[in-house]
């Protein structure tokens, strides 16, 4: 199973979140055994650094990037997938973004938190709490 990580999930356990750090990182355990395979949009990790990077030093939050880059990939992108980002009836143009982004890579779901934000996505996002049940 292909899975498209949101920005908010990798924000979930890098700043340890309760009570959605806990099944956001079982999530990425589960990423990290290669039981489904992880992607994240290019777009989130310029959003997730400059989160982070408020609260904790550059060192950490890279350190944290390069491992999340040993078992997750960037979602394969092109101007066309912006234009068809662009098409989507999504009111968040961002979470569109993600859609496109999940389209792009194959992805059977958008692991999220924010699931009313993907009503009109064309690949059902699930929380990473469903999303657990779906590869365990």
């Not at 989507?88 to 993600?98: G, V, Y």
């Amino acid at each position: 199973m292909k899975i498209l990580v949101d920005t908010d999930v990798l924000l979930d356990v890098a700043l340890d979140r309760p009570p959605f750090s806990e099944p956001a990182g079982e999530l990425m355990d589960l990423l990290q055994q290669g039981r489904a395979t992880g992607f994240v949009a290019w777009h989130s990790i310029s959003n997730f650094y400059y989160i982070c990077a408020s609260s904790q030093n550059d060192k950490t939050v890279r350190a944290f990037l390069a491992d999340l880059f040993s078992f997750i990939q960037i979602a394969p992108v092109s101007t066309t997938d912006m234009q068809r980002a662009l098409s989507l009836n999504m009111k968040d143009f961002e979470d569109a973004m993600q859609a496109a982004s999940a389209l792009a890579c194959g992805a059977e779901i958008i692991a999220t938190r924010n699931l009313r934000d993907y009503v009109k996505s064309p690949i059902k996002a699930k929380s990473p709490k469903e999303a657990l049940s779906l590869i365990q």
